[in-house]
């Protein structure tokens, strides 16, 4: 028997006026999956996002969220306000809402330097968040997500603006989690950095164009119904490597694989 | 000895300590909502809200109704139809309050010519008159001061969350909403019962100085919390003492009171903290 359906859409569609940014979109969300969106800027990652969480509404089709199932949200580092001033205790205390008393029990606190420290934020409870590092100020949101024990793990863009450091940092953060149980789903552009690490990803383009295996998705036909334009496809290590330059000549491609096999990585 | 007489010379008239206590607790008030005023991006709203409830205050006047019921109707409508039409996206934040507000308070103005008393009625809620304030003031300050103390205690989490990251309480499942109408309707009301004591023209300016003073002492927002009424407080004490001494406007003695702490603290205080509140883009 697979497992649960947590989080699912069937049909869906999402219109801001004329504006179609979603058409009879379907993608069901199984307990212990780790799902990544990917798609052009405009392909409707956000919009479905939204409409998955319940901050959009369904124009047509549903949305359904199996009972009792909390989702525990991440937002863009971006769209963070780094200047409020909050500590690292504080964001994540803000999400037990149903304690009425602004002060934090002790409980809350012995709970919060445990998810911390699996976090690898042990000691940084008192810091403002400005004070952190970027793979730091990624992980503490995590950890406020984590904090308010969801059943699925959303993040939007979690790489979206951060350096290599700290996308590596990120990716193994997520696979630690993954790997500990927790069902993740997020949307990203960064198709070599994040989305080919993912066990399955849905490819979009205001409908879903493929869903599957990197494997099975990240190949040049369903890149270019994607994305619009050619895109090549390299394997290293077992991995699809998608190059987003021009490499319109062969001798381009092959300079770009020989790039790959002496362990340089994609071209950039 | 002279000078301590002559210090607590004012105490012996009855109408300074009753404006002693408005002002006080007006400040603290404005302090606990200046912390959202300030951290949302909202000092316009606050200054916006205060000349939208002078309209009312107008109208009521016109039509023999009691001033807090016609004054206080006509904010509450102004500030969640500014919160309702920018969360819309109706019209941009700005535009919206611009022309929400300073429509009620042009038409405050003309209800004024027309019927009223426009000079006398139009100076005393402009500029305030904390030497005038009644029982009944002082009353309605408390009782609101009392209930936004308590709303704010209870609803600490709510309201940080939904000022901090309001997308994801939204997602989280709280009624950000909701919420943001509270908070409307709390400046609302607030504004209401002080704009008699330190006038519209004035009260944005205490909702914003002291909240800005504490966010450059503080990295914690319940820390802020709590130094924002204290500094709207003292500002309040401290100005209301030497308008007395001075002759000047207590108003605006107090409001001078605030932006000299506020200046004071920018002085005094590092490179960080001037940095903090810098990052106040919307003041």
């Known amino acids: 028997m697979s497992p649960e ?82 500590t690292v205790r504080e964001v994540l205390a803000m999400t037990r809402t149903r304690r009425r008393w602004p002060t934090i029990t002790d409980d809350e606190r012995a709970e919060a330097a445990a998810v911390l420290a699996d976090l690898g934020l042990a000691g940084l409870e008192d810091r403002h968040i400005r004070e952190l590092s970027g793979g730091q100020q990624q992980r503490v949101f995590v950890a406020r997500a984590m904090f308010a024990r969801p059943d699925v793990l959303v993040l939007d863009e979690p790489t979206s603006g951060v350096d290599v450091r700290t996308r590596h940092e990120i990716l193994h953060l997520l696979r630690d989690l993954h790997s500990k149980g927790s069902t993740i789903l997020l ?82 | 000895m002279t000078v301590a007489l002559d210090i607590l010379a004012p105490y012996d008239f009855a109408f300074f300590q009753r404006g002693m206590v408005a002002a006080t607790l007006a400040g603290a008030l404005c302090g606990v909502l200046g912390v959202f005023v300030v951290l949302r991006g909202m000092s316009y709203i606050g200054h916006g809200l205060s000349h939208a409830v002078f309209g009312g205050a107008a109208a009521s006047a016109v039509m023999s109704i009691n001033f807090f ?31 929400v507000t300073t429509a009620s308070f042009a038409g405050g103005i003309a209800l004024l010519n027309r019927y009223g008393q426009a000079r006398k009625s139009i100076e005393a809620v402009l500029f305030g008159s904390v030497l005038g304030v009644s029982w009944v003031d002082i009353i309605a300050i408390t009782s609101v001061a009392v209930a936004v103390f308590v709303v704010v205690l209870l609803a600490y989490r709510k309201l940080l969350y939904a000022t901090f990251d309001p997308q994801v309480a939204a997602v989280s499942g709280e009624r950000v909403a909701f919420i943001e109408v509270m908070l409307m309707v709390m400046l609302s009301v607030t504004i209401l019962v002080t704009m008699r004591v330190i006038g519209t023209l004035l009260i944005s300016a205490l909702l914003v100085i002291p909240a800005a003073t504490a966010r450059m002492i503080t990295n914690s927002f319940a820390r802020m919390l709590m130094l924002s009424p204290v500094f709207g407080a003292v500002s309040c004490l401290v100005g209301m003492n030497l308008s007395y001494h001075l002759d000047t406007s207590a108003g605006a003695t107090i409001i001078l009171v605030s932006a000299a702490g506020f200046t004071a603290t920018y002085l005094l205080a590092g490179r960080r903290a001037r940095q903090r509140v810098a990052s106040l883009h919307h003041i």
């Open chain 1, 5 to 86: 359906v947590l989080l699912r859409c069937d049909a869906l569609t999402v219109a801001y006026g004329a504006n179609i940014a979603l058409e009879n979109v379907t993608v069901h969300i199984r307990r212990g999956e780790f799902v990544g969106i990917v798609g052009p800027s405009g392909s409707g990652k956000t919009s479905l996002l939204r409409a998955l969480t319940g901050t959009v509404r369904a124009t047509r089709g549903s949305v359904e969220l199996a009972s009792g199932v909390r989702l525990g949200y991440v937002p863009q580092v971006e769209s963070v306000d780094w200047n409020f001033p909050i």
């Open chain 1, 187 to 268: 949307t990203t552009h960064d198709l070599n950095g994040l989305a080919s690490h993912l066990p399955r990803l849905v490819c979009l383009n205001r409908e879903v164009v493929a869903d599957g295996s990197p494997r099975e998705t990240l190949i040049p036909e369903v890149l270019e119904r994607t994305y619009g334009a050619p895109l090549h496809v390299l394997e290293h290590g077992g991995m699809p490597i998608v190059l987003d330059h021009d490499y319109e000549s062969s001798e381009s491609l092959r300079d770009a694989e020989r790039s790959l096999s002496q362990g340089r990585g994609a071209p950039s």
């Open chain 2, 69 to 99: 019921v016609g004054a206080g109707i006509w904010g509450i409508v102004s500030g969640v139809l500014i919160g309702r039409i920018a969360r819309q996206k109706i019209l941009g934040a700005d535009a919206a309050i611009g022309i």
